[in-house]
């Protein structure tokens, strides 16, 4: 089967955004692992950096309506692999090399660097011969297939489906799996994934990418990108999407990721309500809202759910050794919090005394040093904090030397170089905000540090679920939370909670390692647990609310 995206007319068609694009999916097609796009300006000579057998390749690529590439494109691609230490570098042309080029070429590999070149002929081979689908070492697990088929049978009985699974358990491959099975038997069918914001777009074509065949074009709809055509699968923002919906774009089935984003009104409703005739379903792993809308009305009832603790109990995420530190907590308060009836405000505020950045530092270097080859997120307050808390890391342990910060104040191009040379281990930890909340996959994870407040359990459950994902060589993810507010133990006491439930002796035999979510000082925790047991709303109370706890007598 051709791989229409690799022939020279649509290389030609594409331009210059679309001889990068089509090589990134060719190379998930060649076997190629966490391919990133970092095209732009400040590049260093470097389109696409991939991994394939923990090496670093790169890849420079040059589009031409006519006439070949000069020796600048050589020499680009030689400061590109200096600058990102590259195993491999390949230089990409729709057409070929001219005469100084390839003299360039040729003296480069005389002193022992060797660049290799992929011309329009070697891609229309390429497109020939990679397989029909990308490769994947994993089949469907048994509860993902048994998701796809809920979704399935929901979507040709109602005409709708959600799917509620904890952040690492393969949300998007199942809705992948269901967009495969509808192209399966309507070939020619619209197909229309639809995310809030153009980041998450973007990681969503790619993910889909392994699901369908190479015949089927992908197309991005943005802001910034708008394609030929919108035939095939669409992947877009709401508000592009929507644009083109009231023009007169009707797809046939519909995907919207996180789904908890859709609201009674709204843009992501009137989408929905202009395609009624579409099939659609919802993918979240939170489906909580704020203003307490229940997406349940939109979508009907999960078609299938499985949570953090399920998850864990059966083996397919990484079991937790989860640390929350309150060794500067107020007895006084403590004492008297049963007569006195705190606002939830006023409760932190007292109760929970910070902790120093040097403390912090010495809790994070010991768990560091028991974490075999530690990747690390530290989840800070503001950009500010993470900047700050990267340079003092950095200065505080030689291991820590490569530090990083990541935030949304950074350009996308240097956030996807950061991601990559994360996951080479070139960058063992990475201090951030939010940009870490939703769509990042980074399965290395296993410390993550959480010294900022956050009031949303559909944030906190996103953010710990960034270190949830199995990976080799990986025991558990341990946590350490400094966080001081009562509504984030409320919600790592009900994980324990419903942990100890899942876990029975039969999983625990089967399981190498057994989650445990522990006080710094257990005498306090032991109160907790009591205090929160009679604060059942807790979780997502607000601020004002005055809370009454039980009497204390005997803690000490």
Same mark, same amino acid.
């Not at 993470?386 to 910060?405: F, P, R």
């Given at each position: 089967?051709?791989?229409?995206?690799?022939?020279?007319?649509?290389?030609?068609?594409?331009?210059?955004?679309?001889?990068?694009?089509?090589?990134?999916?060719?190379?998930?097609?060649?076997?190629?692992?966490?391919?990133?796009?970092?095209?732009?300006?400040?590049? *260093?000579?470097?389109?696409?950096?991939?991994?394939?057998? +923990?090496?670093?390749?790169?890849?420079?690529?040059?589009?031409?309506?006519?006439?070949?590439?000069?020796? /600048?494109?050589?020499?680009?691609?030689?400061?590109?692999?200096?600058?990102?230490?590259?195993?491999?570098?390949?230089?990409?042309? *729709?057409?070929?090399?001219?005469?100084?080029?390839?003299?360039?070429?040729?003296?480069?590999?005389?002193?022992?660097?060797?660049?290799?070149?992929?011309?329009?002929?070697?891609?229309?081979?390429?497109?020939?011969?990679?397989?029909?689908?990308?490769?994947?070492?994993?089949?469907?697990?048994?509860?993902?297939?048994?998701?796809?088929?809920?979704?399935?049978?929901?979507?040709?009985?109602?005409?709708?489906?959600?799917?509620?699974?904890?952040?690492?358990?393969?949300?998007?491959?199942?809705?992948?799996?269901?967009?495969?099975?509808?192209?399966?038997?309507?070939? *020619?069918?619209?197909?229309?994934?639809?995310?809030?914001?153009?980041?998450?777009?973007?990681?969503?074509?790619?993910? @889909?990418?392994?699901?369908?065949?190479?015949?089927?074009?992908?197309?991005? #709809?943005?802001? %910034?990108?708008?394609?030929?055509?919108?035939?095939?699968?669409?992947?877009?923002?709401?508000?592009?999407?929507?644009?083109?919906?009231?023009?007169?774009?009707?797809?046939?089935?519909?995907?919207?990721?996180?789904?908890?984003?859709?609201?009674?009104?709204? +843009?992501?409703?009137?989408?929905?309500?202009?395609?009624?005739?579409?099939?659609?379903?919802?993918?979240?792993?939170?489906?909580?809202?704020?203003?307490? !809308?229940? @997406?349940?009305?939109? !979508?009907?009832?999960?078609?299938?759910?499985?949570?953090?603790?399920?998850?864990?109990?059966?083996?397919?995420?990484?079991?937790?050794?989860?640390?929350?530190?309150?060794?500067?907590?107020? &007895?006084?308060?403590?004492?008297?919090?049963?007569?006195?009836?705190?606002?939830?405000?006023?409760?932190?505020?007292?109760?929970? #005394?910070?902790?120093?950045?040097?403390?912090?530092?010495?809790?994070?270097?010991?768990?560091?040093?028991?974490?075999?080859?530690?990747?690390?997120?530290? $989840?800070?307050?503001?950009?500010?904090?993470?900047?700050?808390?990267?340079?003092?890391?950095?200065?505080?342990?030689?291991?820590?030397? *490569? /530090?990083?910060?990541?935030?949304?104040?950074?350009?996308?191009?240097?956030?996807?170089?950061? #991601?990559?040379? $994360?996951?080479?281990?070139?960058?063992?930890? @990475?201090?951030?905000?939010?940009?870490?909340?939703?769509?990042?996959?980074?399965?290395?994870?296993? #410390?993550?540090?959480?010294?900022?407040?956050?009031?949303?359990?559909? @944030? !906190?459950?996103?953010?710990?679920?960034?270190?949830?994902?199995?990976?080799?060589?990986?025991? /558990?993810?341990?946590?350490?939370? $400094?966080?001081?507010?009562?509504?984030?133990? /409320?919600?790592?006491?009900?994980?324990?909670?419903?942990?100890?439930?899942?876990?029975?002796?039969?999983?625990?035999?089967?399981?190498?390692?057994?989650?445990?979510?522990? $006080?710094?000082?257990?005498?306090?925790?032991?109160?907790?647990?009591? &205090?929160?047991? %009679?604060?059942?709303?807790?979780?997502?109370?607000?601020?004002?609310?005055?809370?009454?706890?039980?009497?204390?007598?005997?803690?000490?």
């Amino acid at each position: 089967m051709s791989a229409g995206f690799l022939t020279a007319e649509e290389l030609l068609r594409g331009g210059p955004t679309g001889l990068p694009h089509a090589i990134e999916r060719a190379l998930w097609h060649l076997g190629f692992g966490d391919v990133r796009m970092i095209d732009g300006a400040g590049d *260093n000579g470097a389109d696409l950096l991939a991994v394939r057998d +923990r090496e670093q390749w790169v890849f420079q690529c040059k589009w031409k309506a006519g006439g070949r590439v000069d020796r /600048a494109g050589v020499d680009d691609l030689e400061r590109a692999r200096v600058r990102y230490r590259a195993d491999k570098s390949v230089l990409v042309t *729709n057409t070929d090399l001219n005469q100084a080029a390839s003299e360039r070429r040729q003296a480069l590999k005389g002193v022992g660097i060797d660049i290799t070149v992929w011309h329009g002929a070697t891609l229309a081979e390429i497109g020939r011969a990679m397989p029909d689908t990308v490769p994947s070492p994993y089949a469907l697990r048994p509860y993902q297939t048994d998701a796809a088929d809920a979704l399935t049978r929901d979507l040709q009985c109602g005409g709708t489906a959600l799917l509620v699974l904890a952040t690492g358990l393969g949300k998007t491959v199942i809705g992948g799996e269901v967009i495969r099975r509808h192209l399966a038997t309507e070939p *020619n069918a619209r197909v229309l994934v639809v995310a809030h914001i153009k980041e998450l777009v973007a990681q969503l074509e790619k993910a @889909i990418w392994r699901h369908i065949p190479k015949s089927v074009p992908t197309r991005l #709809l943005t802001g %910034d990108r708008k394609p030929g055509g919108l035939d095939g699968v669409l992947v877009g923002t709401v508000e592009s999407v929507l644009g083109e919906v009231r023009l007169g774009y009707r797809p046939d089935l519909i995907m919207i990721d996180e789904t908890h984003h859709v609201a009674e009104t709204g +843009r992501f409703a009137e989408l929905l309500d202009i395609c009624s005739d579409a099939r659609q379903f919802g993918v979240t792993a939170t489906p909580w809202r704020g203003d307490k !809308f229940d @997406i349940t009305a939109r !979508f009907g009832e999960p078609s299938f759910k499985m949570g953090i603790a399920e998850g864990m109990a059966a083996g397919y995420l990484s079991a937790v050794d989860y640390r929350i530190y309150v060794d500067n907590i107020d &007895w006084d308060i403590v004492r008297r919090a049963s007569s006195h009836g705190y606002s939830i405000k006023d409760l932190n505020r007292s109760l929970f #005394l910070p902790q120093r950045d040097e403390e912090i530092v010495e809790h994070l270097r010991e768990a560091w040093r028991r974490t075999p080859d530690p990747r690390a997120i530290v $989840f800070c307050q503001t950009k500010e904090h993470a900047e700050h808390i990267a340079k003092l890391l950095s200065t505080s342990d030689s291991a820590w030397a *490569n /530090a990083s910060y990541m935030h949304s104040g950074l350009p996308p191009q240097r956030r996807q170089i950061l #991601l990559n040379e $994360f996951r080479l281990g070139r960058v063992p930890l @990475i201090t951030c905000v939010d940009v870490f909340n939703e769509g990042v996959d980074v399965p290395d994870v296993n #410390l993550i540090a959480f010294l900022r407040v956050t009031h949303s359990r559909r @944030i !906190f459950v996103q953010q710990l679920g960034r270190g949830l994902r199995l990976s080799p060589g990986k025991d /558990a993810l341990r946590v350490l939370d $400094f966080v001081t507010d009562i509504r984030r133990v /409320a919600a790592t006491l009900d994980l324990r909670r419903t942990l100890e439930a899942e876990e029975t002796e039969h999983l625990k035999l089967r399981m190498p390692h057994a989650s445990r979510i522990e $006080f710094s000082d257990k005498t306090i925790g032991t109160l907790m647990d009591h &205090w929160i047991r %009679d604060a059942a709303d807790l979780e997502t109370a607000a601020d004002e609310v005055h809370l009454q706890f039980p009497d204390t007598k005997g803690i000490q």
